[in-house]
């Protein structure tokens, strides 16, 4: 069974920046769409971008467009997603999640992390 866990969470000003990233354990991702979904308080979850398993094919989501960057590393299991120019409006839970031999996530992934928490504040 695969478990995804994200890392790196946390506490930025406004205009700042942060890197997440999500390791996956018990198997691999190589041949899975990864991304990441975000939910804020009171908010629907949205999905905020995800990469092919060839990379080929990267959807981010307009509100983050040219602010935010995923990479992923297949030979270690990761995916991270850097977030720069980061503003209130990106706080939420941040979820990493991995759709097998699909090229982009769906909106219900077969498997999900745990989130970790961005918080965006002065």
């Known amino acids: 069974q695969v478990q995804l866990v994200e890392s790196g969470g946390g506490l930025v000003q406004p205009g700042g920046s942060l890197r997440i990233s999500c390791v996956a354990s018990?198997?691999?991702?190589?041949?899975?769409?990864v991304g990441w979904f975000r939910q804020a308080p009171g908010k629907e979850r949205e999905l905020v971008t995800s990469?092919?398993?060839?990379?080929?094919?990267?959807y981010y989501a307009d509100s983050v467009k040219g602010r935010f960057t995923i990479f992923r590393d297949d030979a270690v299991n990761t995916v991270s997603l850097q977030m720069n120019s980061l503003k209130p409006e990106d706080t939420a839970v941040y979820y990493c999640?991995?759709?097998?031999?699909?090229?982009?996530?769906?909106?219900?992934?077969?498997?999900w992390g745990r989130g970790t928490q961005v918080t965006v504040s002065s």
């Open positions: 999640a991995a759709d097998p031999g699909l090229s982009r996530l769906t909106s219900a992934p077969f498997y």
């Open positions: 018990g198997g691999t991702f190589s041949r899975a769409a």
């Open positions: 990469i092919s398993w060839g990379g080929e094919t990267i």
